[in-house]
């Protein structure tokens, strides 16, 4: 199949041109209550060819191979019509062809489909079951084998196997008109295992979707707020991690007066990473979807920027390294520049230690999501306890936390020693691109003054 | 279309439907559907890129012993493959509660494909484009401006084993510009955008601009956000939003399995009398506009609640079945068109009244609330304070929380005046938490 792509692009005639094209095996099943909702299989393939041309670029969809020479012209007629200046794709290093193979410790395709449906009514029995209260669940399996062939005019070329698996759990509990839910899954890129063995899990959803019914609203208002791993995560991604994308960037005068690499964004024992490089990530890939190998590149170092994420043309324009971060959710869509495995680094506090130093504060836990408008972001708690005295308090529900980038980082003043990297379903979505596979991570930190909105 | 595929496929959907058949499923439904688009799009106020895409489906549901499945590809060359990958499926498929299809009904005629939409020239795209940011530039040279424009045409089928064939061609075109004003750390989004089937006065680049510079003049000066309990004023785009949880809560199948609220309320008064939500699908050129489900059932108007008095939830035809009800053509048990209906006050005699309060045009962060409890939350992406009737200033960092159920049962009022695409009007909701940090 990569033969036929390159073959195809050695027609093309713009500054740069690039193919990728994809073919998805796919399977989803979802409980909803005591029955099985939806049972579905899909076989769908799905390209673009993107090509530049004096700056300016043009791209054409399809989902055959069949006309493939049609879509090199349109994308490159389409390019042709948009550039004025000059083309500007980074001179990084190719790397020669290849074919990465997915290595499943566990393959899902080898499994009846009939035992994942009993796999998912077990934990749905538990999530319905297990704790009085509970009103009504939700559990969904889906696997997906993605086979990806890609080929630029750089001399780029891969193969790459993406399988990927993810559980998902939910219970819905309710109190008279009340009603609270409760979210947890596990997804993986190399092993069914991942979605087995989960029942602890389940009863553990079930169990604080009802006793969210019995909590109070968290009062709003401004608090200091300890972040447990996974909240701490999707803080480092919303909050920080967009910034960093240099397509918000590159092209913006005050932006790249804003994130001058060397500014100080936090206190010393602040490091922020991303790494599609990391083994067993969401994230993690061989190649991003424009060739470019991925890495490890250090967002914020001792408190200060460091780095930020590239696709080609971003970092051609900012004369920055390429990192890996040119990527796309579905077969068709054009690579953004995203985040892969996005984490904040251990220091060297313990949880009781970031604790201990709070008279009133609040202790968020889990998350339910995050949004990002550039310096303002907000991000909800699945969960939290109030923290009176240095210790933790009541659970109390409703979560939703916002703040500036720029103060909320300086206000961090306490990061624990227990990074933990959350493998989850779902992922990010940023250009109508979603969901993207991601991972987070981040030890405990504690947030002078974060602004949480309750009632 | 490049390659119009409607009558092929017309007899291909039926194909499958007798293929799953005769291989033993007791109802089967195919749909097809194509899609052609071409787009445009501005980046820091230059012409970054265009793009033409196309996407083919083709879905197979089958029904088998109360049981259902679906199978879905972009391969329509091989229809027998299909129907047997279903048929297996469905032996251990997700449970299905009728097991025939309803018989074809008539159904409304809704103007959706404008020929004129669907040979919008790139050109014409572009130039508009172009008028975007050249009028939003004006306002300032130090504005990161982006802009987009498309248009595209679709062709679907939908055949099944109850005699259902029905074809629809549709087109739309799309037109968005926004300003990101960056001032040190401070940071200002606005923007506006639109979409509608014909090609006609609303495909308006200048109306894109006039409400981009509308909300960067409001928003050059600051202010700070009324605290604790306030009444907030949301333009049509943000009421929509902000009633998000009671479309949820309508579902029929969220009260069959008792997860809506409102599950038990049917005939009790959940609104002031001022509140009445319809749902209005026959509205010709709107882009949520459908005259059936996706099972054949012909979409009509809808009345949810009736002047604060809940009256129906939405029922798709699994759901209705196993409710013991007749299906009321939303497919999901979600709406096709709902808004609330106007009021009294336009929207500028609402604002005047206001002595003190807050104009929600954008929350970011909304759908991570416990929207099916009716609560809404959210950090004010874009929002101004109110003052004696006029927006005083833009409030920064600050959230709002309430839900949606206790708001009703406290001042509420909708606006005479309607957005001409959504028909949703301006809604003032009193009694909103406010926190705000700035």
């Known amino acids: 199949m990569r033969d036929s792509l390159a073959d195809a692009l050695s027609r093309a005639k713009a500054d740069y041109a690039e193919v990728r094209f994809s073919i998805d095996d796919a399977t989803s099943v979802m409980y909803r209550g005591p029955e099985p909702e939806q049972v579905r299989s899909a076989r769908l393939s799905g390209g673009v060819v993107r090509a530049c041309t004096r700056g300016g670029w043009g791209s054409s969809n399809f989902d055959s191979l069949d006309d493939l020479d049609h879509h090199v012209r349109e994308a490159c007629e389409c390019a042709a019509l948009v550039g004025t200046t000059t083309s500007q794709i980074a001179d990084a290093p190719v790397a020669p062809p290849s074919e990465h193979r997915a290595a499943l410790r566990r393959d899902f395709r080898g499994i009846p489909v009939a035992d994942k449906i009993a796999l998912v009514a077990a934990y749905n029995d538990i999530l319905l079951r297990s704790v009085p209260g509970v009103e009504t669940s939700f559990a969904g399996y889906s696997e997906v084998f993605r086979t990806v062939a890609f080929a630029s005019t750089r001399g780029a070329s891969f193969l790459e196997e993406r399988p990927r698996v993810d559980l998902f759990l939910g219970a819905i509990a309710r109190d008279g008109s009340l009603v609270q839910q409760c979210f947890d899954g596990r997804a993986s890129l190399d092993t ?65 007066e804003l994130m001058a690499l060397g500014r100080e964004m936090g206190g010393p024992d602040l490091n922020i990473v991303d ?48 990192t890996g971060n040119a990527r796309a959710v579905r077969q068709s869509d054009r690579p953004l520049v995203r985040m892969t495995n996005t984490y904040i680094e251990p220091g060297a506090a313990t949880v009781q230690e970031l604790i201990a130093g709070i008279d009133k504060g609040i202790y968020a836990c889990d998350a339910l999501g995050g949004q990002t408008m550039m310096e303002e972001f907000t991000f909800s708690a699945g969960y939290g306890y109030r923290i009176e005295n240095g210790r933790l308090g009541d659970l109390v529900r409703d979560i939703v936390l916002t703040g500036n980038l720029f103060r909320t980082l300086h206000a961090i003043d306490g990061i624990a020693d227990d990074l933990v990297i959350t493998n989850g379903p779902g992922g990010c979505g940023k250009g109508g691109q979603a969901p993207l596979p991601v991972s987070h991570g981040s030890p405990h930190i504690r947030i002078r003054d974060v602004v949480i909105g309750g009632r | ?107 409304a005629q809704i103007l959706r494909h404008c020929p004129e939409t669907a040979s919008l020239p790139r050109e014409q795209l572009i130039e508009a484009g172009q008028r975007m940011v050249e009028g939003i530039r004006a306002y300032s040279g130090d504005l990161y401006i982006g802009a987009e424009a498309g248009r595209s045409e679709a062709e679907a089928v939908i055949a099944h084993s109850s005699g259902l064939l029905h074809s629809a061609t549709t087109t739309r075109w799309n037109l968005g510009g926004y300003a990101q004003k960056t ?24 109306w894109v601009t006039r409400e981009t510079l509308r909300d960067l003049r409001l928003a050059e000066r600051t202010a700070s956000a009324p605290t604790g309990l306030a009444t907030i004023l949301a333009p049509p785009e943000a009421a929509a939003m902000l009633f998000a949880p009671l479309a949820m809560a309508c579902s029929g199948r969220s009260a069959l399995k008792g997860e809506s609220p409102l599950r038990d309320k049917l005939g009790d008064i959940i609104g002031p009398a001022s509140l009445t939500i319809t749902d209005q699908p026959h509205e010709d050129w709107a882009i949520e506009s459908a005259v059936m489900d996706d099972c054949g059932v012909p979409t009509r108007p809808f009345t949810l609640v009736d002047r604060g008095v809940l009256r129906a939830f939405m029922y798709d035809v699994d759901t209705a079945a196993m409710a013991g009800v007749e299906p009321t053509g ?85 606006s005479s005046d309607v957005d001409p695409l959504t028909g949703w009007p301006w809604i003032l909701l009193e009694g909103v938490s406010v926190s705000s940090g700035g």
């Open chain 2, 330 to 414: 939303h497919a999901g048990c979600g709406p096709v068109r709902m808004h609330v209906q106007p009021g009294g006050r336009s929207s500028a005699q609402i604002l005047r009244g206001l002595s003190e309060g807050l104009i929600v045009k954008n929350l970011m962060g909304f759908g991570q609330s416990n929207l099916m409890n009716g609560d809404i939350a959210g950090n004010v992406a874009l929002g101004y304070r109110v003052e004696n009737g006029e927006a005083v200033g833009r409030v920064k960092d600050t959230m709002v929380a309430a839900n949606l159920y206790d708001l009703l049962k406290g001042g509420f009022e909708a």
């Open chain 2, 183 to 206: 001032d040190g750390t401070d940071m200002l989004f606005c923007g506006a955008g639109r979409q509608w089937r014909r090609l006609n006065h609303l495909f308006d680049a200048d």
């Open chain 1, 192 to 256: 069914y295992d991942a979605a087995v063995g989960l029942e602890g899990l389940a009863e553990e959803v079930a169990r604080r979707a009802v006793a969210l019914t019995k909590a109070p609203p968290c009062p709003g208002g401004t608090h200091t707020t300890v972040l447990d791993n996974r909240l701490a995560g999707v803080f480092a991604h919303e909050a920080f991690g967009h910034m960093s994308e240099a397509d918000f960037i590159y092209e913006n005068p005050q932006m790249r």
């Open chain 2, 1 to 107: 279309m490049r390659r119009p595929m409607l009558d092929r496929m017309a007899d291909a959907v039926q194909q499958a439907v007798q293929e799953a058949t005769r291989l033993g499923a007791q109802a089967a439904k195919a749909r097809f559907a194509q899609t052609e688009s071409i787009n445009c799009e501005f980046e820091a106020g230059v012409l970054k890129a265009t793009s033409s895409e196309q996407g083919r489906a083709l879905s197979l549901e089958v029904i088998r012993n109360g049981k259902r499945a679906t199978v879905t590809c972009n391969d329509p060359g091989d229809i027998p493959a299909l129907a047997a990958r279903a048929v297996a499926l469905v032996e251990i498929g997700a449970s299905a509660h009728f097991s025939a299809y309803p018989e074809p009904s008539e159904c």
């Open chain 1, 275 to 322: 790494d599609g490089s990391m083994p067993g990530a969401q994230g993690t890939h061989p190649f991003d979807d424009e060739g470019t190998p991925t890495r490890k590149t250090y967002l914020i170092r001792n408190g200060l920027l460091a780095g930020r994420l590239h696709s080609l043309e971003t970092a051609a324009k900012m004369g920055e390294p390429v």
